[in-house]
């Protein structure tokens, strides 16, 4: 959409300068805004890749981890951090005391790691200086014990064993499963232990220890310890700062159809759940921020004249020797029917159709192109 900016619309502030925040400044723009835009960033640093975080930067220097420099013409305010939203005044309020004034916000404040102490022994990796710190520290090759048997865990194992260390995963249960499906998670876990990674299945887990001496107690007793202890069990929302607004429910701010929490402000990331097929729903993946921010800048410059929200889940992720994506709903359940490729290893693309109708279309070490891959989960008329 071209043309410019309504009147109303003279001032817009994004709080967050990840992807979610980066898109939706350069998507208002693209929409015909013209007025004053003002990015907000709590980290000193440009907008990066966060996925590169667990995977390519923990092992390469060199690897091109920061974004293209914005071309929005935003004024950037950087170790800035929001503390306060006044949707009566219209104003957000920052930690050195600013207020800045605005006719439309976007809040992308994004998510942090949830952790399982707050010993300083419990490392996570969520912004570009913990990464870096890692990596680092991963050049003595210490020994290394990973708590979390996800993808984001699977990940930084990988990079791990890469980098020469020794490395045991602990996992609630099988890694993988609950993300990808048995089948996926076969294969990755596979691939893991046949690289030398030891995988603990186990149920809960805490924390314990005191400062410089901290270690895993497993529920039957057991008890591990290693040089690195590297925990990746999920994520929290940032949503302190809007406490007051009404806007939080369960920890997450909701939205519509067209990513807007009320009229003038939206909200996009790993901080909004919006709507699914199956619900009202946080996604935290990169993809997702992608589109749920391109809806909202949208939405704020043209309101319902922009169309909703149209989301299909898109995954991916890279460890132990192979890259995966995935279109579609996971996980999946079942064995898949291969389009290309066989069981047993090579390059494949398969599918899963699922109860309600839908398909999901995976990728393994296949370089199909993305929009051929959302194809394959279209269901022929």
């Not at 007793?221 to 607004?245: C, Q, S, Y």
């Not at 890279?318 to 066989?342: D, I, N």
Request: charged content about 20%.
């Amino acid at each position: 959409m071209s043309g410019r900016t309504s009147g109303a619309l003279k001032r817009v502030v994004v709080v967050g300068n990840g992807i979610s925040g980066l898109t939706a400044a350069h998507t208002l723009r693209e929409a015909g805004f013209d007025g004053e835009l003002t990015v907000v960033g709590d980290e000193v640093h440009p907008a990066y890749s966060r996925p590169a975080l667990s995977k390519a930067l923990l092992l390469d220097g060199d690897s091109p981890h920061l974004l293209p420099p914005p071309t929005h013409g935003a004024r950037e305010l950087l170790g800035a951090r929001a503390t306060g939203l006044d949707t009566g005044r219209r104003l957000i309020t920052l930690d050195d005391g600013t207020a800045l004034p605005y006719d439309g916000a976007v809040l992308a404040t994004g998510s942090r790691a949830r952790r399982l102490s707050d010993l300083p022994d419990e490392v996570t990796v969520r912004a570009l200086d913990d990464a870096l710190a890692l990596r680092r520290r991963l050049a003595q090759r210490p020994s290394v014990l990973v708590v979390g048997g996800g993808p984001l865990g699977m990940e930084m194992a990988s990079a791990c064993l890469a980098a020469g260390c020794r490395v045991t995963l602990v996992s609630r249960g099988k890694p993988l499963t609950g993300r990808l499906g048995p089948h996926l998670a076969h294969v990755l876990t596979a691939a893991a232990r046949e690289r030398g990674l030891t995988v603990i299945e186990t149920g809960r887990v805490r924390v314990e220890g005191r400062a410089g001496d901290a270690r895993i107690a497993l529920g039957d007793g057991t008890v591990l310890r290693a040089e690195v202890l590297l925990t990746a069990v999920g994520d929290v929302p940032n949503t302190e700062w809007l406490t007051r607004t009404g806007l939080v429910v369960d920890g997450a701010v909701p939205v519509g159809t067209r990513c807007l929490a009320r009229p003038g402000v939206a909200a996009a990331g790993d901080l909004a759940a919006f709507p699914t097929s199956r619900g009202l729903r946080r996604v935290p993946l990169w993809s997702s921020a992608i589109d749920q921010a391109k809806a909202a800048a949208r939405a704020l410059v043209h309101g319902d004249g922009t169309p909703p929200l149209s989301f299909q889940p898109y995954f991916w992720t890279e460890q132990f020797g192979h890259t995966l994506k995935a279109v579609g709903h996971l996980p999946a359940a079942g064995e898949p029917v291969y389009a290309a490729g066989k069981p047993g290893g090579g390059p494949a693309l398969m599918t899963w159709r699922r109860d309600d109708g839908s398909t999901t279309a995976v990728a393994l070490d296949h370089r199909i192109p993305i929009p051929r891959l959302r194809r394959m989960t279209r269901t022929p008329a």
